[in-house]
């Protein structure tokens, strides 16, 4: 059940509403649930120099993809359908197949994007410096590191606020 | 003061970090990256990853709220045990640094350090006591299998006497070091002290 009027990600996915005391117990960390949407909102910015929106939300989607997280999988879905994104692209994105997407540097945010999610502990230097190699600026690289980190946080707490929401529904 | 513990590759000792890649020079900096930095840490501007962070303003500003937020804020989960869920995480991520300041700070805070030693020697059975246990559990579930947490582990913190608010705590503890962990480790290295 969605809460589809609601401008927070996290509220709308897991389905809370101002009734639930999930919602409730959540709200009372207002400047969390503020500057998680903040974050959001920020690195997903139409506007943020440097990486392109679509860019961003296909690191976002295979990121989403490869925790699994489904439900936050669909969003970035959704919202890569409704601009010029390339349905091959999300298809090679879905088959983790990224050498086939054609395009050197945007595999390399892919690939980036797949250790630091799987196994964090193997992105070394040379994982990184892969990135500049393949045409990112350092502002670029910093954008992309913080939208796979952020989407790792952002799962585990739509994860946890769901298992909250399942307790109380049970009790 | 806390004895030193060198277990596993890590430690509590205090470790610099130097960036892999430039980082913003002070002199260089736009106001709008100063007022950043100012808001992020006392000592932001001596820090390669803050000054590092710093080359996407807006960015580390609502990254550094919401760490302040869930890491400080009054009420709820205990400070000492939010520091022992983002130590368990940095441990179970491999962010040696990461570890050695939130062991740091749960010592200070707890003022005993043998749940941080068991931590570092095998987190999977940490834990001095059944409420420790739990919430070292918690977190390494949260963090390796998000889509595994469901309503029977929320309720096994219940049994051992968590609230609904320090439940959300540890939430948020653990996930914003999935997030922390991931720029310390995948950005640039800890330093170690020349012995």
Known sequence: ?171 | MSAPIHIQGFTNDSLGWKAWLDVVQLAQATPAQMSVLEESHPKAKESDYYLFLVHQPEILRQRSIAFNAIMYAPGGLSRAERELASTVVSRINGCVYCASVHAQRFEQLAKRQDVIEQVFEEPNSAGTNQRERAIVEFSIELTLNPEHVNASSIQQLKDVGLQNSEILDLIHSVAIFAWANRLMLNLGEPIFPSV
């Open chain 1, 1 to 171: 059940m969605l809460n589809q009027n609601s401008s927070d990600t996290l509220d709308r996915l897991v389905g809370l509403t101002p009734q639930s005391p999930t919602y409730a117990v959540r709200h009372e960390r207002e400047k969390v649930v503020a500057a998680t949407q903040g974050s959001e909102d920020g690195l997903l910015a139409p506007a943020l120099p440097g990486l392109s929106e679509v860019d961003r939300l296909y690191v976002v989607l295979y990121a989403c993809l490869l925790t699994p997280a489904p439900e936050l999988a669909a969003e970035y879905e959704s919202r890569l359908t409704k601009l010029e994104a390339n349905l091959q692209t999300i298809r090679c994105i879905h088959q983790s197949d990224i050498q086939s997407i054609g395009d050197a540097r945007l595999e390399a945010m892919l690939s980036f994007t797949h250790t630091l999610i799987t196994k964090p502990i193997n992105a070394d230097k040379n994982a990184l410096s892969a990135l500049p190699k393949a045409g990112l600026s350092t502002p670029e690289v910093v954008t992309l590191a913080q939208l796979i980190s952020f989407v790792s946080y952002q799962v585990r707490l739509a994860a946890g606020l769901r298992a909250m929401k399942e307790l109380e529904l049970s009790v």
